[in-house]
């Protein structure tokens, strides 16, 4: 008896230890109910405000969920809660192993006893020396497992549409490429890609029965055919549309293109003096150009040509450099003409006058200067002013005039 | 510049292409195809049927080709490969005749090949075509105003051999490319057939319109009475020539130069490729230091005869000093002998 008392007392103490931690970091098991509850209050977070009725019930729990949180009443200890849930859990492993005993159709009913006669028994063995917990949690692994193996194949019913949708389009893109209507470029117009057409099989017209071989012969014949260049069904941009790239370096290409041609030179040569496999791919890389070239792609491969572009480069910007800086000197002494003109303007401008009256901001303009500009103008023959009339006047008649040397 | 007060604005700020020929050529795509059609070798006065047979190419390349085009007398591939990209020409071709009478055409693509040289076994011109039709297309009815449509039959897939496709490359590129999307029906008015014959011989027979086939509904309206959109009409093909049968030689990889790629006939092994071009570059090579020693003996050559002038020249001028300096002495020995007679005299006395 007193072990008894003594056995109860400490259970008292370790209980009233237990109700002063909170429930919910004591409790950690939760029950399959518990589960679904989380699941369907997350699934009911996006399905908010579709049923009216869930709504009130919402609001209803979690009226309740609030009295029993903060009511006196309502309100559980730590022990007591840890002890319904144990209950709880017990009550649904009962109802677990029964449910799984009972299932099946009649025709099938000793096939499902059978079954659940051999899952209980694997329960059973490995209830022993497992948590409540833990036996849940193998429950459901073996759940899933079961559904997996029961999956079919294929799976097909769990593919999505988009999935699907996606699918059938790779399947058209790869029925077209094989041997539909469109076949690779040729050439190019206007910055479109254009697309070589082959011909299709199903041209004609009629495609009855009693035509069938006619319609086999004439889509033979198709087969061989080939058309050339059809533009206007795929549009490739050009570089030049896209403004940014019109400063891409030339030279800087050129060399790049340089080093590559040599490098391809290079390898050929290399391969011509290899073995007959290299010599095979020599040719198709040979052919690959030479078609390249036939469909209109330039193919700058060629070193010597390369380098004259280059030079040809060089020497252009060397002219126009040269150019420039012409144009500079000019800039600089027109405006230093202009200055001088300025200050000759300012300085005249000082003294006033005839020569401050008739100042031009083109010209400098000198009175000596124009003196000598006009004599220079009148020419041979007219050396001098006129001092006085041939025939006399003032001075008298007769006589020929003086020496007609100018004013000195 | 803006005016005062403005901000500046730009205004041309979309790319235009440029259409032009050079330009054309200069861009990263291919240009539109021009071809020019020529004869080289004998003069015409000599074979009047090739002269016609470029004529009928030239027709049937037309709008993109001179068809007016004159060719000088001594010219060469390399001198109309010259000008060529300059007219944003893109395919050359030439024709001409051996010796042993035997027409061959060389098709290039401009500026680097590659070159492709058939052997016209046979040809029908467009007149003897016409000639034994029923009722001739009138080619005056605008037909030779846009470009042909190209049909090539029996040229084979991406399994050919390498000769065999670059041959149909060759062709479908010799002319535009069909715009599906605006192209008018009216504007398809020819086609340009070309089949590989191969193995099999035989020639192209004349298309027969009576077939149930040929009946097509016209999606738009096309040129003749009745033809209009939506309607049913007979698909007829009249052959309006000239028609050839020729036979692809070689494969040159440059223009009328370069690696022979593909030779129908000659087959030389890698050793004697190798000791032909080797014979081919050293030729090359005397060929050039020839030309640099003439170069250097014609400037010998003008050295001497500048250098030969100009001592001609100061001799000359020797000479004329010296006389002017002989006529001068001559004077002064007079002026001075007169001068001495006088003096001679007042020494004497007074005989003034």
């Known amino acids: ?408 | 510049m803006p005016k005062h007060g403005r901000k500046r604005k730009k205004t041309r700020t979309h790319v235009v292409d440029d259409e032009s020929a050079a330009n054309a050529l200069k861009s990263a795509e291919p240009p539109p195809p021009r071809s020019m059609v020529v004869r080289h070798g004998s003069s015409s006065a000599e074979e009047p049927e090739l002269s016609e047979l470029v004529g009928d190419w030239r027709n049937l390349m037309s709008p993109a080709t001179a068809l007016k085009l004159k060719e000088r007398k001594g010219a060469k591939i390399r001198d109309y490969a010259e000008m060529a990209p300059v007219l944003g020409v893109t395919h050359l071709l030439a024709f001409s005749m051996n010796e042993g009478g035997n027409v061959n055409c060389k098709i290039a693509r401009v500026p680097s090949g590659p070159t492709l040289t058939f052997k016209i076994k046979r040809f029908s011109l467009s007149k003897q075509v016409r000639a034994v039709q029923k009722r001739p297309i009138d080619t005056s009815s605008g037909i030779f105003q846009t470009a042909p449509v190209v049909v090539t039959n029996n040229f084979g897939g991406s399994e050919e051999a390498a000769h065999i496709k670059l041959m149909r490359i060759t062709f479908q590129n010799m002319f535009p490319a069909v715009d599906v999307g605006n192209v008018k029906l009216s504007d398809v008015r020819r086609d340009y057939i070309i089949g590989n014959t191969g193995a099999f011989g035989g020639a192209m027979s004349d298309s027969e319109g009576e077939d149930e086939a040929a009946n097509v509904v016209l999606p738009q309206k096309f040129t003749g009475r009745g033809n209009s959109k939506s309607q049913k009409s007979a698909l007829k093909l009249v052959e309006l020539g000239p028609r050839m049968r020729m036979k692809l030689m070689k494969v040159e990889r440059g223009l009328a130069a370069g690696d022979i790629m593909y030779h129908s006939v000659v087959k030389k092994t890698p050793e004697e490729a190798k000791s032909q071009k080797s014979s081919i570059v050293q030729k090359e090579a005397l060929r050039k230091q020839r030309r640099e020693e003439q170069e250097e003996n014609v400037q010998r050559k003008k050295n001497a005869k500048e250098e030969k002038k100009e001592a001609k020249r100061v001799k000359r001028e020797a000479r004329d000093v010296q006389a002017m300096n002989e006529l001068r002495g001559e004077a002064t020995l007079q002026v001075n002998d007169g001068g001495s007679e006088e003096r001679a005299s007042d020494s004497d006395g007074n005989n003034n």
């Open chain 1, 1 to 408: 008896m007193t072990m008894l008392k003594e056995a109860l007392s400490h259970q008292a103490y370790f209980d009233s230890l237990t109700n002063m931690i909170p429930s919910s970091l004591y409790i950690t098991e939760t029950t399959a109910v518990e589960d679904d509850e989380k699941g369907a209050l997350h699934a009911n977070k996006f399905k908010k405000g579709q049923n009216k009725e869930s709504k009130e019930r919402r609001k209803a729990e979690e009226k309740l969920r609030k009295k029993q949180k903060w009511e006196a009443e309502y309100a559980e200890s730590t022990v007591e809660k840890k002890k319904k849930k144990w209950e709880e859990i017990e009550a649904e492993n009962d109802r677990d192993s029964d449910s799984e005993g009972g299932s099946g159709d009649e025709g099938e009913v000793g096939e499902g006893e059978g079954q659940a006669h051999e899952e209980a028994e694997a329960m059973e063995v490995e209830e022993e020396g497992l948590s409540k917990i833990e036996i849940l949690r193998k429950k459901l692994a073996l759940k899933i497992e079961k559904k997996r193996n029961g999956r079919p194949e294929n799976g097909a019913e769990n593919v999505s549409k988009r999935a699907a949708r996606k699918a059938a389009k790779m399947k058209k893109k790869a029925e077209g490429k094989k041997g539909g209507n469109i076949g690779f470029s040729a050439t190019t117009k206007n910055g479109e890609k254009p697309v070589r057409g082959r011909a299709s099989t199903d041209g004609t017209a009629d495609s009855s029965n009693s035509e069938g071989a006619k319609n086999d012969s004439v889509s033979h014949d198709l087969s061989t055919i080939d058309f050339g260049g059809i533009s206007g069904l795929k549009t490739v941009s050009s570089h030049k549309a896209n403004k940014s790239l019109s400063n891409v370096s030339k030279s800087k290409n050129l060399n790049h293109l340089l080093e590559k041609a040599n490098a391809k030179k290079q390898r050929l040569q290399e391969l011509k003096n290899g073995s007959s496999e290299d010599k095979k791919k020599r040719e198709g890389i040979m052919w690959g150009d030479a078609m390249k070239e036939a469909n209109g792609v330039r193919v700058r491969d060629d070193p010597a040509m390369i380098k004259k572009a280059i030079k040809r480069k060089e020497k252009s910007k060397a002219k126009s450099a040269a150019k420039w800086a012409d144009r500079i000197t000019t800039v600089a002494d027109s405006m230093m003409d202009k200055q001088k003109i300025r200050k000759h303007n300012l300085e005249k401008r000082k003294l006033g006058g005839k020569v401050a009256a008739n100042l031009s901001h083109k010209e400098i303009r000198d009175e000596e200067g124009e003196e000598k500009t006009k004599r220079r103008r009148l020419g041979v023959g007219f050396e001098g002013k006129k001092e006085d009339f041939l025939n006399g006047g003032k001075k008298g008649g007769g006589g020929k005039g003086g020496d007609r040397e100018g004013k000195q």
